[in-house]
């Protein structure tokens, strides 16, 4: 370690950083409630900018996390992208996590019918015992956004930037959330695709006439400015709203910070710290949101949580009892 970061962790700057985090977070949720804050039914203010910062918490059911109308797009033509973000501390396994909304993306979409089963691809989950809390990524009146159970999800992944045993970890993340999920995910292999913030839903060049797969980008800040600073990774789902009003994810991306990966594997045990970080950006792509839970992958503050808990496989269980989707 060298003499700057030690003086740094030994003058409070962790922590530092951290509080003062918290308060801008903290400014943005007073700005939010005084604005009114953002419902169901109302025009969602968020779509308008690029990334716009967000926070909310879920600790346990029956509350959800407070989710951005989708109310005001179009059915069937537009493609909306919600993101988190995982920021981590250096020093330490990750601890806060924050939300953006990305872009919206435009209308081309596969032609013909996508659905390759009639029936679901893999058995579903049961509903665990257990109070932990669950959210979802984005919901709307019909429900949350969730994966077709017919089709299998398929992920690529762009080693721009070497990781060593990226392959290997990505195939036992998918493993053990194939299961919790009961979604059949798939790595298909390389891709030339590098990661983006405006990321198309639909890439006939890259992939023909189907969505886009969920892309696994090792990259770095300069790759993506969203992972500058403390951010580990960043990811999300790609949804789409059906004429029955549900929403169904379509693609999604998860963009990782190759250096800090390499930090992270350097450590004792670092390759468990590695995969539980890629873990909960899967849980992201998948739909599930942040909850104030330390017992849970998908806590915004970990206490070394390593998979899925009783409440984030309660969230998948609940994604997964979905009906197949075969319009589009």
Not at 229 to 239: C, L
Request: aromatic share 6%; with cysteine; net charge neutral.
């Amino acid at each position: 370690m060298g003499g700057g970061r030690a003086w740094d962790r030994w003058t409070g700057g962790p922590g530092r950083r951290q509080r003062q985090m918290l308060r801008k977070l903290e400014e943005l949720d007073r700005l939010d409630a005084a604005a009114g804050g953002v419902g169901l039914g109302t025009t969602n203010p968020l779509l308008q900018q690029t990334v716009q910062p967000w926070r909310g918490w879920s600790p346990t059911p029956p509350r959800r996390r407070r989710i951005p109308s989708l109310a005001a797009i179009a059915l069937l033509t537009t493609v909306v992208g919600v993101t988190a973000a995982l920021v981590y501390l250096r020093n330490q396994i990750p601890q806060l996590d924050d939300h953006a909304v990305a872009s919206v993306v435009g209308p081309d979409r596969p032609t013909g019918l996508m659905a390759t089963s009639t029936t679901r691809l893999v058995p579903p989950p049961q509903l665990p015992a257990g109070t932990g809390g669950y959210s979802f990524m984005v919901t709307n009146d019909r429900g949350p956004a969730a994966w077709d159970a017919c089709r299998q999800v398929d992920f690529v992944m762009n080693e721009s930037i070497l990781v060593p045993g990226a392959s290997q970890m990505v195939l036992n993340v998918l493993d053990m959330a194939s299961t919790a999920s009961g979604l059949q995910l798939t790595l298909e292999g390389p891709t030339p695709e590098l990661a983006t913030a405006d990321r198309a839903a639909m890439d006939r060049q890259l992939y023909g006439n189907r969505w886009s797969p969920v892309l696994i980008a090792w990259t770095d800040p300069a790759g993506d400015p969203r992972l500058a600073g403390d951010v580990a990774g960043i990811g999300g789902g790609r949804s789409l709203t059906g004429s029955n009003g549900r929403l169904t994810y379509v693609s999604g991306i998860i963009h990782l910070d190759a250096p800090a990966f390499r930090e992270i594997l350097a450590r004792p045990n670092g390759q468990a710290d590695a995969e539980a970080i890629i873990a909960h950006e899967v849980g992201h792509v998948l739909g599930l949101g942040h909850v104030d839970d330390a017992g849970q992958l998908m806590g915004a503050r970990t206490s070394g949580q390593k998979t899925f808990g009783d409440g984030d496989r309660r969230g998948l269980a609940i994604l997964a009892g979905q009906p197949c989707q075969f319009e589009f």
